[in-house]
């Protein structure tokens, strides 16, 4: 089993959608969880941290569940802008950030 | 921003040959990071540095040393290139602060 997994996508949804994405994790010693997001061919670029209470900023909501081990990511009212990828990021203490491989969300007019 | 610059951004090179790609941070960040990306695989850690001269190996060290003799800079070396390490190479500084990392730009490397 994979250390961090997410649904590739695509998710193609219209604008003004809700879309929600969901990330597992293996090692249960996890301790910060993030969601970074990915412009094509530009670097990853911190989007939220994922806090045990759930955290909101503007139109995105993440919470994290840490008896299923998983975390998700909320878009409300999408917009062509979001269109990306959108990378789950796991930490344990003393190591290097663990990345999923991405879900890429296209939005469209 | 978070101070980073990396360099070559691009750069081509025949297989066979040294490469070293260059990571430079303006903040004083302890922890540094390189990972590549590949389609298929996603971001793979391949060293980190905690320090000055401290590094240690990530999940895809083979092939690839590393440097660290200044808190600034962080160099990626690859001895000896191969095709299979043509890749999007990005590094990565870690804040001190939430365990954040920021990521440079990111450099291309193409292996013929």
């Known amino acids: 089993r994979k250390e961090v997994e997410q649904d590739p996508g695509p998710f193609n949804v219209p604008e003004g959608a809700t879309v929600a994405f969901n990330c597992t994790y293996s090692n249960s010693a996890s301790q910060s969880f993030f969601w970074y997001r990915q412009d094509c061919r530009k670097e990853p670029k911190l989007l939220m941290s994922?806090?045990?209470s759930g955290n909101e900023d503007g139109r995105f909501t993440a919470q994290l569940n840490r008896a299923s081990q998983y975390i998700s990511l909320l878009i409300r009212d999408s917009k062509l802008s979001d269109s990306a990828t959108y990378l789950c990021?796991?930490?344990?203490?003393?190591?290097?950030?663990?990345f999923g491989k991405g879900t890429t969300l296209s939005v469209s007019s | 921003d978070a101070g980073i610059t990396q360099s070559p951004r691009h750069k081509v090179t025949e297989t066979g040959t040294p490469v070293t790609l260059r990571c430079h941070q303006t903040e004083n960040h302890r922890y540094m990071y390189w990972y590549r990306q590949d389609p298929g695989h996603g971001l793979r850690l391949i060293h980190y540095s905690y320090g000055v001269k401290d590094t240690d190996k990530g999940e895809v060290s083979d092939g690839y040393s590393v440097s660290r003799s200044k808190t600034e800079d962080f160099l990626l070396t690859l001895e000896s290139a191969t095709s299979s390490q043509t890749s999007v190479y990005f590094c990565?500084?870690?804040?001190?602060?939430?365990?954040?990392?920021?990521f440079g730009e990111g450099s291309w490397l193409t292996v013929v």
């Open positions: 990021v796991v930490n344990q203490a003393g190591t290097a950030l663990i």
């Open positions: 990565a500084i870690r804040t001190g602060s939430g365990n954040t990392i920021y």
């Open positions: 994922v806090y045990s």
